[in-house]
């Protein structure tokens, strides 16, 4: 029988490169990415069921009332939540499923289901993190300052999490997490 997978939380404020990382991981076919339901509108390059389950309020909150959410959280002024429904199927094939989410959201996750194996994702310093910002999506560009302004808090969290990854070169960080991934399961 296969060993069981992880749940492994990738947090940490906007334009660290959380997305970025996340698809690099995916590319070991042992590696889910979890696919969050929004209130958010979606972006010009973002598919319905590929990039999130895009939602109206009423709709996520049915969902949130009939127990279908892990977790969720209110982020500069829309609604995110983790679906719980495949979760424990993946973990049970062996899968090491990601959840890419912000930080509320994470520490519930931790309080509801303790195996799970929190990171972290911290800029090299908050000049780089503008920089990538300013290069993001146009949705994200328009957003900066409250998204800057939410980095301020989401930082003092840092150390509640299981490990802070810096990403300073995108290869050095994946692999970091991918040493994580490999001694949190060899440690199940
Ligand atoms: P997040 O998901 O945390 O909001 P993204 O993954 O969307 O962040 O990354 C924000 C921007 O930063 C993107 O343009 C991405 O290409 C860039 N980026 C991500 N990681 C790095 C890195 N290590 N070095 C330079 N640029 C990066
Ligand atoms: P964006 O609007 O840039 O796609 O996402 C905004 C923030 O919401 C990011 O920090 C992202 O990680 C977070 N997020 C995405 N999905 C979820 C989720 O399911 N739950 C929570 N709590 N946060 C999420």
Redesign the pocket.
Known sequence: MKNKGILLVLS?P???????IANKLIEDKDIVLSISATTRLPRDTEIDGKHYYFKSKDEFFNMLENNKLLEYAEYCGNYYGTPEENIDKWINEGKTVILEIETVGALKVKQKRPDAVLIF?SPPSIEEQLR?LK??DTGVRNDIEKRIEKSREELKLADKYDYVVI????DR?VNEIKDIINKSKNTL
């Not at 906007?14 to 970025?20: I, P, Y």
């Not at 990403?167 to 995108?170: E, V």
């Open positions: 940490g906007s334009g660290t490169g959380k997305g970025t994702i990538r290069n993001a990403n300073d070169s995108l960080a």
